[in-house]
């Protein structure tokens, strides 16, 4: 509840200075540079700053440095979008120590890789739903260089998808198999070969991931397979590790965060119960990106996009006048 007397003093200060949006006092969020979490950020700024009255701010980050910031300096307040996954040791032991919290989720289904076939043979093999379906019929993915052979389209080195791709393909055995391994150099050339095999109707395997636009403008099913997280942490995602067994990629959770700090304020418990009910899922955000990618438009763009576009998801996460606030400024 919130301290009647501290907002009647602050009220009256704020009236006397002229200051606008600032009911809720002074909340910073931090801003990734991936579309997902950026819309996230400008919509949860967009939303606390116009519906809720607060001087919401936002901060450049990055996954790492912004968890380990929030968890020891208290700094920013808020992280909408986060992989706690990349930090479970730290996230774990600061909630536990209630330096962090986590208030919900963000993405609703999660972010997820594995290896994904168009759309077009999916719905034309309805009897291809998992990893080892699809190794059974090398001759509906052609590799482009050896038609003979099955292809996986791997991204680009350095990534870590890259490395349990390759781990896989070796616990499969699937050079065995008829199968190759089709490299790309960078991002933009792993959706080159994507967009030039699914135009021309082409049959593939690749690793991706969602939510993205690619995904929404190249409809892909994502083949099934079981995730062994001990196995994940021994093998799978160690480049070197000789002898990988059959893992795949689990499901990572998509995280709003807030520091323990804020979470004790008084004056932010309208904040906190927006940001606990607010989340939408893949195909949602993945509409987002899509029109972002589309129109070179920036994460805050993208965000408008959303409220103005989506008002019968946002406005459930709201009350009514909140959303009437929301609606005027747009």
């Known amino acids: 509840m919130r301290n009647l007397l501290f907002c009647a003093v602050a009220a009256g200060a704020l009236f006397r200075a002229g200051v606008a949006h ?38 450049a980050g990055d996954t790492v440095p912004t968890i380990t910031s929030m968890a020891e ?53 309805p009897d291809i739903n998992s990893v080892d379906d699809a190794m059974k019929h090398p001759e509906l993915f052609p590799a482009p260089e050896d038609p003979t052979k099955g292809a996986v389209i791997q991204g680009p080195q350095g990534w870590g998808d890259t490395v349990v791709t390759a781990q896989l393909f070796k616990a499969l055995n699937l050079s065995d198999k008829g199968f190759v391994l089709v490299p790309t150099g960078s991002a933009a050339a792993l959706d080159g070969v994507i967009a030039k095999a699914y135009e021309r ?10 939510p993205t636009s690619l995904l929404q403008r190249y409809p892909m099913k994502r083949l099934q397979m079981a995730h062994d997280e001990a196995e994940w942490k021994r093998c799978t995602t160690v480049q070197a590790c000789p002898d990988p067994k059959p893992d795949y990629w689990g499901v990572a959770d998509m995280t709003t965060l807030v520091t323990g700090k804020f ?12 940001l606990k009910g607010r989340n939408w899922d893949q195909n949602t955000v993945g509409k987002i990106m899509l029109w972002m990618t589309e129109n070179q438009a920036s994460g805050e763009d993208g965000a408008k996009w959303f409220l103005k576009t989506m008002p019968d998801l946002w406005t459930k996460w709201v009350p009514g006048d909140v959303a009437k606030k929301v609606q005027a400024a747009l």
């Open 73 to 125: 300096k208290q700094q920013p307040d808020i992280s909408s979008e986060t992989t706690t996954d990349l930090l479970p040791d730290v996230v774990n032991k600061a909630v536990a120590e209630g330096r962090l919290v986590k208030v919900g989720p963000a993405i609703s289904d999660g972010e997820v890789s594995g290896w994904y076939i168009p759309k077009y043979l999916a719905d034309a093999h």
């Open 22 to 59: 600032a009911a809720c006092g002074d909340v910073n969020l931090a801003v990734f540079s991936w579309q997902s979490a950026e819309a996230m950020s400008y919509v949860d700024q967009f939303i606390l700053k116009n519906g809720y009255g607060c001087n919401a701010t936002t901060v």
């Open 201 to 210: 109707k082409q049959g593939f395997i690749t690793q991706y991931w969602a």
């Open 263 to 274: 979470a004790k304020r008084d004056d932010v418990g309208p904040v906190l119960a927006y």
